[in-house]
Protein backbone atom coordinates (compact mmCIF):
# COMPACT_ATOMS: atom_id res chain seq x y z
CA UNK A 1 0.00 0.00 0.00
CA UNK A 2 1.32 3.39 -0.88
CA UNK A 3 0.03 6.43 1.20
CA UNK A 4 -0.21 9.70 -0.38
CA UNK A 5 -1.15 12.78 1.21
CA UNK A 6 -3.80 15.16 0.11
CA UNK A 7 -1.89 18.23 0.70
CA UNK A 8 1.17 17.03 -1.80
CA UNK A 9 1.14 18.91 -5.26
CA UNK A 10 0.14 16.80 -8.03
CA UNK A 11 2.96 16.92 -9.20
CA UNK A 12 4.77 15.45 -5.66
CA UNK A 13 2.07 12.61 -6.01
CA UNK A 14 2.84 12.00 -9.53
CA UNK A 15 6.28 11.70 -8.56
CA UNK A 16 5.65 9.06 -5.79
CA UNK A 17 2.84 7.15 -8.41
CA UNK A 18 6.16 6.80 -10.87
CA UNK A 19 8.24 5.56 -8.60
CA UNK A 20 5.76 2.77 -6.76
CA UNK A 21 3.34 1.67 -10.14
CA UNK A 22 0.21 1.53 -8.38
CA UNK A 23 -2.72 -0.42 -9.89
CA UNK A 24 -5.40 0.86 -7.73
CA UNK A 25 -5.96 4.83 -6.54
CA UNK A 26 -8.34 5.30 -4.04
CA UNK A 27 -9.22 9.19 -3.03
CA UNK A 28 -12.60 10.57 -0.82
CA UNK A 29 -13.97 13.95 -1.38
CA UNK A 30 -10.48 15.79 -0.01
CA UNK A 31 -8.75 14.64 -2.72
CA UNK A 32 -11.00 13.86 -5.88
CA UNK A 33 -10.26 16.62 -8.12
CA UNK A 34 -7.27 14.35 -8.48
CA UNK A 35 -9.41 11.28 -10.10
CA UNK A 36 -9.37 14.19 -13.48
CA UNK A 37 -5.77 14.36 -13.07
CA UNK A 38 -4.20 10.72 -12.42
CA UNK A 39 -5.79 8.26 -15.68
CA UNK A 40 -3.70 6.03 -17.47
CA UNK A 41 -2.57 8.61 -19.60
CA UNK A 42 -0.69 10.42 -16.63
CA UNK A 43 0.31 7.35 -14.48
CA UNK A 44 -0.09 4.20 -16.59
CA UNK A 45 -0.07 1.22 -13.91
CA UNK A 46 -3.38 2.96 -12.78
CA UNK A 47 -6.19 0.09 -14.14
CA UNK A 48 -8.93 1.05 -11.06
CA UNK A 49 -10.25 4.25 -9.32
CA UNK A 50 -12.33 3.93 -6.27
CA UNK A 51 -14.17 6.87 -5.29
CA UNK A 52 -15.26 7.08 -1.46
CA UNK A 53 -17.68 9.25 -1.08
CA UNK A 54 -16.72 11.73 -4.39
CA UNK A 55 -19.28 12.91 -6.21
CA UNK A 56 -17.06 13.63 -9.33
CA UNK A 57 -18.49 11.91 -12.17
CA UNK A 58 -17.11 9.08 -13.66
CA UNK A 59 -15.54 8.98 -17.44
CA UNK A 60 -13.37 5.98 -17.84
CA UNK A 61 -14.64 2.58 -17.31
CA UNK A 62 -11.74 1.62 -14.62
CA UNK A 63 -13.67 4.40 -12.50
CA UNK A 64 -15.48 2.47 -9.28
CA UNK A 65 -18.03 4.03 -6.91
CA UNK A 66 -17.46 3.04 -3.62
CA UNK A 67 -20.88 4.00 -2.13
CA UNK A 68 -22.56 2.26 -5.21
CA UNK A 69 -20.94 -1.03 -5.09
CA UNK A 70 -22.47 -1.68 -1.39
CA UNK A 71 -25.47 -1.24 -2.56
CA UNK A 72 -24.59 -4.58 -4.53
CA UNK A 73 -26.24 -8.21 -3.25
CA UNK A 74 -22.91 -9.91 -2.51
CA UNK A 75 -22.02 -12.89 -4.32
CA UNK A 76 -20.60 -16.45 -3.70
CA UNK A 77 -18.90 -16.56 -1.18
CA UNK A 78 -14.87 -17.11 -1.73
CA UNK A 79 -12.79 -19.41 0.61
CA UNK A 80 -9.10 -17.62 0.58
CA UNK A 81 -5.78 -19.23 1.94
CA UNK A 82 -3.81 -16.35 3.77
CA UNK A 83 -0.23 -16.86 3.97
CA UNK A 84 2.15 -14.89 6.79
CA UNK A 85 4.88 -13.02 4.87
CA UNK A 86 6.46 -10.97 7.79
CA UNK A 87 9.57 -9.74 5.90
CA UNK A 88 7.33 -8.66 2.89
CA UNK A 89 6.11 -4.88 1.70
CA UNK A 90 3.25 -3.47 3.65
CA UNK A 91 3.31 -0.23 3.49
CA UNK A 92 5.05 2.29 1.34
CA UNK A 93 5.39 6.14 3.31
CA UNK A 94 7.16 8.45 0.80
CA UNK A 95 9.54 10.65 3.26
CA UNK A 96 9.83 14.40 3.14
CA UNK A 97 12.48 14.75 0.66
CA UNK A 98 14.68 16.67 2.65
CA UNK A 99 17.91 15.14 0.39
CA UNK A 100 16.04 15.66 -2.76
CA UNK A 101 13.17 13.72 -4.47
CA UNK A 102 11.15 11.90 -2.00
CA UNK A 103 11.74 8.70 -1.37
CA UNK A 104 9.54 5.78 -0.78
CA UNK A 105 10.28 3.79 2.82
CA UNK A 106 9.33 0.40 2.38
CA UNK A 107 8.25 -1.34 5.52
CA UNK A 108 7.67 -4.93 6.41
CA UNK A 109 4.47 -6.26 8.09
CA UNK A 110 6.59 -7.39 11.26
CA UNK A 111 7.78 -4.09 11.20
CA UNK A 112 4.32 -2.58 11.69
CA UNK A 113 3.60 -5.12 14.35
CA UNK A 114 7.04 -4.61 16.32
CA UNK A 115 5.98 -1.28 16.19
CA UNK A 116 2.67 -1.06 17.53
CA UNK A 117 3.56 -3.66 20.27
CA UNK A 118 5.98 -1.09 21.31
CA UNK A 119 3.76 1.61 21.50
CA UNK A 120 1.13 -0.75 23.90
CA UNK A 121 3.63 -1.87 26.15
CA UNK A 122 5.53 2.00 26.61
CA UNK A 123 1.99 4.37 26.53
CA UNK A 124 -0.17 1.28 27.68
CA UNK A 125 -3.02 1.62 25.35
CA UNK A 126 -5.34 -1.04 26.02
CA UNK A 127 -8.86 -1.99 25.10
CA UNK A 128 -10.79 0.73 27.46
CA UNK A 129 -8.65 4.07 25.27
CA UNK A 130 -10.78 6.34 23.15
CA UNK A 131 -7.95 7.12 21.02
CA UNK A 132 -8.99 10.78 18.80
CA UNK A 133 -7.03 10.57 14.80
CA UNK A 134 -4.92 13.79 15.22
CA UNK A 135 -2.39 12.80 12.44
CA UNK A 136 -3.74 11.65 8.94
CA UNK A 137 -3.48 8.31 8.34
CA UNK A 138 -1.19 8.70 5.66
CA UNK A 139 1.81 9.64 7.78
CA UNK A 140 3.83 7.28 9.90
CA UNK A 141 2.99 8.23 13.25
CA UNK A 142 -0.47 8.06 12.29
CA UNK A 143 -0.33 4.64 11.20
CA UNK A 144 1.81 3.54 13.68
CA UNK A 145 -0.22 4.45 16.29
CA UNK A 146 -3.72 3.31 14.82
CA UNK A 147 -2.68 0.01 14.36
CA UNK A 148 -1.23 -0.23 17.90
CA UNK A 149 -4.64 0.81 18.96
CA UNK A 150 -6.16 -1.62 16.57
CA UNK A 151 -4.02 -4.32 18.39
CA UNK A 152 -5.58 -3.42 21.77
CA UNK A 153 -8.52 -2.86 20.88
CA UNK A 154 -9.60 0.38 21.46
CA UNK A 155 -12.15 2.92 20.22
CA UNK A 156 -11.33 5.20 17.60
CA UNK A 157 -12.29 8.54 16.80
CA UNK A 158 -11.85 10.46 13.69
CA UNK A 159 -12.10 13.48 12.41
CA UNK A 160 -11.84 14.67 8.43
CA UNK A 161 -8.47 16.86 9.77
CA UNK A 162 -6.63 18.23 12.40
CA UNK A 163 -7.96 22.27 13.71
CA UNK A 164 -7.40 22.23 17.11
CA UNK A 165 -11.11 23.66 17.52
CA UNK A 166 -12.31 20.13 15.90
CA UNK A 167 -9.95 18.31 17.78
CA UNK A 168 -10.93 19.83 21.28
CA UNK A 169 -14.76 19.39 20.99
CA UNK A 170 -14.09 15.62 20.18
CA UNK A 171 -12.56 15.25 22.83
CA UNK A 172 -15.07 16.74 24.95
CA UNK A 173 -17.90 15.28 22.90
CA UNK A 174 -16.17 11.55 23.11
CA UNK A 175 -14.19 11.65 26.48
CA UNK A 176 -10.97 11.15 24.77
CA UNK A 177 -8.16 9.05 26.63
CA UNK A 178 -5.08 8.66 23.93
CA UNK A 179 -3.97 11.34 21.28
CA UNK A 180 -0.90 12.04 19.70
CA UNK A 181 0.34 15.16 19.02
CA UNK A 182 3.26 16.91 17.28
CA UNK A 183 4.41 20.18 19.22
CA UNK A 184 1.69 22.89 16.65
CA UNK A 185 -0.94 20.76 17.24
CA UNK A 186 0.01 21.11 21.42
CA UNK A 187 0.43 24.27 20.73
CA UNK A 188 -2.73 25.04 19.15
CA UNK A 189 -4.89 22.83 21.65
CA UNK A 190 -3.22 25.53 24.48
CA UNK A 191 -4.24 28.67 21.96
CA UNK A 192 -7.47 28.29 20.90
CA UNK A 193 -8.51 26.95 24.41
CA UNK A 194 -7.11 29.50 25.86
CA UNK A 195 -9.04 32.19 23.41
CA UNK A 196 -12.29 30.84 23.96
CA UNK A 197 -12.00 31.34 27.64
CA UNK A 198 -12.58 27.40 28.31
CA UNK A 199 -12.68 26.81 32.36
CA UNK A 200 -12.74 23.20 32.20
CA UNK A 201 -9.82 21.04 30.99
CA UNK A 202 -9.64 17.76 29.40
CA UNK A 203 -9.40 15.48 32.32
CA UNK A 204 -10.43 12.12 30.57
CA UNK A 205 -7.55 11.92 28.78
CA UNK A 206 -4.71 9.91 30.07
CA UNK A 207 -2.07 9.58 27.42
CA UNK A 208 -0.39 11.68 25.17
CA UNK A 209 2.31 10.61 23.10
CA UNK A 210 4.16 13.53 21.18
CA UNK A 211 6.39 13.53 18.06
CA UNK A 212 7.54 15.63 15.23
CA UNK A 213 9.99 17.55 17.36
CA UNK A 214 10.65 18.05 21.11
CA UNK A 215 8.04 20.24 23.75
CA UNK A 216 9.63 23.29 24.99
CA UNK A 217 9.40 23.43 28.80
CA UNK A 218 6.62 26.03 28.59
CA UNK A 219 4.56 23.95 26.32
CA UNK A 220 5.25 21.25 28.65
CA UNK A 221 3.32 23.39 31.50
CA UNK A 222 0.79 25.07 29.61
CA UNK A 223 -0.20 21.19 28.80
CA UNK A 224 0.14 19.79 32.10
CA UNK A 225 -2.76 22.39 32.96
CA UNK A 226 -4.99 21.59 29.84
CA UNK A 227 -4.32 17.74 30.54
CA UNK A 228 -3.99 17.36 33.95
CA UNK A 229 -4.22 13.68 34.32
CA UNK A 230 -2.67 12.79 31.29
CA UNK A 231 0.90 11.00 31.11
CA UNK A 232 3.26 13.06 28.62
CA UNK A 233 5.48 10.85 26.61
CA UNK A 234 7.55 12.05 23.77
CA UNK A 235 9.43 10.21 20.95
CA UNK A 236 12.03 10.38 18.48
CA UNK A 237 11.77 8.93 15.34
CA UNK A 238 11.68 8.40 11.52
CA UNK A 239 9.58 6.93 8.27
CA UNK A 240 12.70 4.75 7.84
CA UNK A 241 12.24 2.90 11.53
CA UNK A 242 8.35 2.50 11.21
CA UNK A 243 7.79 4.93 13.19
CA UNK A 244 9.58 5.76 17.26
CA UNK A 245 12.80 4.88 17.91
CA UNK A 246 13.38 6.37 21.74
CA UNK A 247 10.51 7.33 24.14
CA UNK A 248 10.91 9.47 27.44
CA UNK A 249 7.99 10.71 29.87
CA UNK A 250 7.72 14.49 30.34
CA UNK A 251 5.10 14.37 32.75
CA UNK A 252 3.49 11.65 34.87
CA UNK A 253 0.93 13.10 37.22
CA UNK A 254 0.94 9.93 39.30
CA UNK A 255 4.78 10.39 39.77
CA UNK A 256 5.63 13.24 42.10
CA UNK A 257 9.90 13.33 40.50
CA UNK A 258 7.93 13.88 37.07
CA UNK A 259 4.57 15.76 38.74
CA UNK A 260 7.26 18.68 40.15
CA UNK A 261 9.71 18.75 37.74
CA UNK A 262 8.74 18.36 34.22
CA UNK A 263 11.47 16.79 31.49
CA UNK A 264 13.29 15.45 34.72
CA UNK A 265 16.03 13.66 33.26
CA UNK A 266 19.35 12.37 34.67
CA UNK A 267 22.51 14.16 34.25
CA UNK A 268 25.38 12.67 32.64
CA UNK A 269 29.02 12.10 33.51
CA UNK A 270 29.86 13.06 29.87
CA UNK A 271 32.62 15.94 29.80
CA UNK A 272 30.35 17.32 27.33
CA UNK A 273 26.67 17.31 27.60
CA UNK A 274 25.09 18.52 24.07
CA UNK A 275 22.04 18.65 22.43
CA UNK A 276 18.16 17.32 23.51
CA UNK A 277 17.37 14.04 25.02
CA UNK A 278 15.09 12.55 23.67
CA UNK A 279 14.72 9.44 26.12
CA UNK A 280 15.83 5.21 25.46
CA UNK A 281 15.42 3.29 23.07
CA UNK A 282 12.09 1.12 22.71
CA UNK A 283 12.99 -3.05 23.50
CA UNK A 284 13.26 -4.04 19.83
CA UNK A 285 15.59 -0.99 18.74
CA UNK A 286 19.43 -1.35 18.97
CA UNK A 287 20.76 2.00 18.70
CA UNK A 288 24.77 3.09 18.19
CA UNK A 289 26.60 6.10 17.85
CA UNK A 290 29.51 6.05 15.05
CA UNK A 291 32.01 8.77 16.21
CA UNK A 292 35.69 9.42 16.67
CA UNK A 293 37.80 8.37 18.54
CA UNK A 294 38.47 12.00 20.11
CA UNK A 295 34.42 12.77 20.41
CA UNK A 296 31.64 10.80 22.11
CA UNK A 297 29.46 12.51 19.13
CA UNK A 298 28.73 11.26 16.17
CA UNK A 299 26.49 9.61 13.43
CA UNK A 300 23.19 7.83 15.22
CA UNK A 301 23.15 4.34 13.65
CA UNK A 302 20.23 1.57 14.59
CA UNK A 303 19.14 -1.60 13.77
CA UNK A 304 16.20 -4.16 14.51
CA UNK A 305 12.80 -5.63 12.99
CA UNK A 306 11.39 -2.49 12.87
CA UNK A 307 13.68 -0.88 10.61
CA UNK A 308 12.55 -0.43 6.62
CA UNK A 309 13.39 -3.15 3.99
CA UNK A 310 14.39 -0.54 1.81
CA UNK A 311 13.58 2.42 -0.41
CA UNK A 312 11.19 1.69 -3.30
CA UNK A 313 13.09 0.48 -6.37
CA UNK A 314 16.40 0.88 -4.67
CA UNK A 315 18.84 -1.06 -4.02
CA UNK A 316 19.17 -2.11 0.30
CA UNK A 317 22.94 -1.63 -0.43
CA UNK A 318 23.11 1.78 -0.97
CA UNK A 319 21.45 2.47 3.02
CA UNK A 320 22.91 -0.40 5.19
CA UNK A 321 26.86 0.82 5.11
CA UNK A 322 28.97 -2.04 5.21
CA UNK A 323 31.33 -0.26 6.97
CA UNK A 324 28.16 -0.16 10.01
CA UNK A 325 27.85 -4.23 9.16
CA UNK A 326 24.12 -3.65 8.73
CA UNK A 327 23.46 -0.57 10.78
CA UNK A 328 20.85 1.70 9.21
CA UNK A 329 22.38 5.49 9.35
CA UNK A 330 19.57 7.97 9.97
CA UNK A 331 21.24 10.90 9.59
CA UNK A 332 21.37 12.45 12.96
CA UNK A 333 24.01 13.20 14.74
CA UNK A 334 24.08 12.45 18.76
CA UNK A 335 25.61 10.65 21.47
CA UNK A 336 24.30 8.43 23.97
CA UNK A 337 24.98 9.24 28.15
CA UNK A 338 26.09 6.77 30.37
CA UNK A 339 22.47 6.10 31.73
CA UNK A 340 21.55 4.95 28.33
CA UNK A 341 19.69 8.37 26.80
CA UNK A 342 19.70 9.71 23.95
CA UNK A 343 21.10 12.89 23.13
CA UNK A 344 20.59 14.23 19.89
CA UNK A 345 22.35 17.14 18.58
CA UNK A 346 21.59 18.10 14.91
CA UNK A 347 20.95 16.59 11.45
CA UNK A 348 24.61 15.59 9.65
CA UNK A 349 23.52 17.38 6.57
CA UNK A 350 23.15 20.61 8.63
CA UNK A 351 26.95 20.59 10.45
CA UNK A 352 28.55 23.59 10.11
CA UNK A 353 32.52 23.25 9.50
CA UNK A 354 34.51 26.30 10.62
CA UNK A 355 37.94 26.60 12.05
CA UNK A 356 38.14 23.49 11.97
CA UNK A 357 34.96 22.38 14.49
CA UNK A 358 32.70 20.33 14.17
CA UNK A 359 29.38 22.82 14.89
CA UNK A 360 25.80 21.76 15.08
CA UNK A 361 23.49 24.90 14.84
CA UNK A 362 20.54 23.27 17.06
CA UNK A 363 23.43 23.03 19.93
CA UNK A 364 24.41 26.80 19.62
CA UNK A 365 20.23 27.50 19.21
CA UNK A 366 19.36 25.60 22.11
CA UNK A 367 22.03 27.75 24.19
CA UNK A 368 21.05 31.00 23.09
CA UNK A 369 17.05 30.33 23.21
CA UNK A 370 17.44 29.63 27.15
CA UNK A 371 18.29 34.32 27.16
CA UNK A 372 15.56 35.79 28.31
CA UNK A 373 15.86 38.01 25.54
CA UNK A 374 15.58 36.13 23.15
CA UNK A 375 11.97 35.62 21.11
CA UNK A 376 13.49 32.88 18.33
CA UNK A 377 16.59 32.26 17.30
CA UNK A 378 18.05 30.51 13.40
CA UNK A 379 21.65 29.52 13.06
CA UNK A 380 23.54 29.22 9.96
CA UNK A 381 26.37 28.63 8.35
CA UNK A 382 27.86 30.77 5.49
CA UNK A 383 30.96 30.36 3.35
CA UNK A 384 33.91 32.14 5.17
CA UNK A 385 37.34 31.99 3.47
CA UNK A 386 39.54 32.14 6.92
CA UNK A 387 37.24 29.44 8.94
CA UNK A 388 35.59 27.71 5.84
CA UNK A 389 32.34 28.48 7.26
CA UNK A 390 31.05 31.56 9.47
CA UNK A 391 28.32 30.24 12.20
CA UNK A 392 25.79 33.51 12.07
CA UNK A 393 22.72 33.74 14.80
CA UNK A 394 19.84 35.19 13.13
CA UNK A 395 17.85 36.42 16.28
CA UNK A 396 14.51 38.04 17.06
CA UNK A 397 14.60 39.70 20.08
CA UNK A 398 11.55 40.74 22.61
CA UNK A 399 13.58 43.95 22.60
CA UNK A 400 16.16 45.75 20.58
CA UNK A 401 18.89 47.64 22.02
CA UNK A 402 22.79 48.00 21.92
CA UNK A 403 23.07 46.92 25.48
CA UNK A 404 20.89 43.83 24.83
CA UNK A 405 23.56 43.31 21.72
CA UNK A 406 26.25 43.37 23.94
CA UNK A 407 24.55 41.14 26.72
CA UNK A 408 24.08 38.53 24.06
CA UNK A 409 27.83 38.50 22.40
CA UNK A 410 28.87 38.26 26.13
CA UNK A 411 26.12 35.55 26.65
CA UNK A 412 27.46 33.30 23.80
CA UNK A 413 30.78 33.30 24.78
CA UNK A 414 30.26 32.21 28.26
CA UNK A 415 27.79 29.39 27.56
CA UNK A 416 29.10 28.09 24.43
CA UNK A 417 33.03 27.91 25.23
CA UNK A 418 33.12 24.74 24.08
CA UNK A 419 33.65 26.14 19.98
CA UNK A 420 36.13 28.91 19.86
CA UNK A 421 34.32 32.32 18.64
CA UNK A 422 34.22 33.41 15.16
CA UNK A 423 35.70 36.53 13.85
CA UNK A 424 31.64 37.91 13.34
CA UNK A 425 29.80 38.91 16.52
CA UNK A 426 27.00 40.58 14.87
CA UNK A 427 23.16 39.90 15.57
CA UNK A 428 20.45 40.80 13.43
CA UNK A 429 17.65 41.59 15.67
CA UNK A 430 14.04 42.31 15.40
CA UNK A 431 11.43 43.65 17.71
CA UNK A 432 8.57 40.50 18.39
Known amino acids: MLTCIPMQSLEEAKS ?18 WHSRFGIDCVPSLRWHVLMDSPVKANDTGTIFATELLKKPTGRSVTLDYLWAPERAAIIC ?139 HSAYGMTEA ?47 VSAEESSNCGRILMRGPHAMLHYWGQSPSKHWNPVHEGWLDTGDIGQIDDHGNLWLVGRAKDRIKSGG ?37 CVQLKTVGDGLILVLITYQKTTSSVYPPTSSGTFVGKRT
Open 16 to 33: AMEVARPVLLVTDSSSGY
Open 242 to 288: CSSLTFMTLYNPTQENLCKHPFDVKISNLSRQGGICVGKPAPHVDLR
Open 94 to 232: FTSGTTGRPKGATISHSAVVVQSLAKIAIVRYDEDDVYLHTAPLCHIGGISSAMAMLMAGGCHVIIPKFEANLASEAIREHLVTSLITVPTMMADIICVNRINQRSENFESVKKILNGGGGLSVELIKEATKIFPRAIL
Open 357 to 393: ENIYPEEVEGVLSQHPGISRIVVVGVPDSRLTEMVIG
